[in-house]
C-alpha cells in the first residue's frame, strides 16, 4: 500500500536550517508530484511547496521562497525539504503528500490522495 | 492567489443530524476542488475530489457538489466517528489554498 513516513522534525533555534525528509514506498515515486503541507499547533492546514515527479518544476508559497528548497531523489524514494532561516512561525507539523490524477468527466482533476503522518518542527529559542 | 472561505468555522450537531458545510472561493475554479476530513493527531484524509466525487471507501453519506466559486459539503447523517475538522482545498492554481476549515463537535 501507498505510504509516506516523514523524519528530520525536532527543536531549532530561529535563523537556523532543518532538512525533512519523506520516504515513499508501495508506489512508482517518480511518476508522481509530491506536496509539503504544514499546520501551525492549533490551526489550519497551509500548502508550502510541489515538486514535479521528474524534479524540473516546483513552486512554493510566497511566505517560505528564498529560504525553503524542495527537492527529490528518485532513485531512493525520498522527498526533501530544506529549510533555512527558520522563523517562530515555521514551527508547524509538516506532512508530505502524493498528487494524484484522476480522471472525471473526461478532465484529469487532481488531489492529493495519500498523506504521512507529519514531523513536528519547532522554532524557538 | 484564490481564497477559501469556509462557513460556517464551528458547527454542533448531534448524531443523526444532516449537515451542511460550504466553502467560497475568490475566483472561479471549475470542480477543481477537494474536501478533507481530519482528526486530532492525525493527517487529513480524502473525501471527495472533483467537487462531487467520493474517494474509494468513503462512506456514500458523505457528498459534495458545486462548480466555480460556491461548493457544498453534506453529510446526510452525521455518525459519531464524523466529529472532525473539513477543510476544503483549490487545486485550479497555485498556491494550491485551503479553507480555514470547519470543525464539527457533538452538540
Known sequence: QVQLVESGGGVVQPGRSLRLSCAASGFTFSSYAIHWVRQAPGK??????????????????????????????????????????????????????????????????????????GTLVTVST | DIQLTQSPSFLSASVADRVTITCRASQGISSYLAWYQQKPGKAPKLLIYAASTLQSGVPSRFSGSGSGTEFTLTISSLQPEDFATYYCQQLNSYPRTFGQGTKVEIK
Do not use: H, P
Open chain 1, 44 to 117: 489550519g492546514l497551509e500548502w508550502v511547496a510541489v515538486i514535479s515527479y521528474d524534479g524540473s518544476n516546483k513552486f512554493y508559497v510566497d511566505s517560505v521562497k528564498g529560504r525553503f528548497t524542495i527537492s527529490r531523489d528518485n532513485s531512493e524514494n525520498t522527498l526533501y525539504l530544506q529549510m533555512n532561516s527558520l522563523r517562530a512561525e515555521d514551527t508547524a507539523v509538516y506532512y508530505c503528500a502524493r498528487e494524484y490524477g484522476f480522471m472525471v468527466r473526461g478532465v484529469i482533476s487532481y488531489t492529493f490522495d495519500s498523506w504521512g503522518q
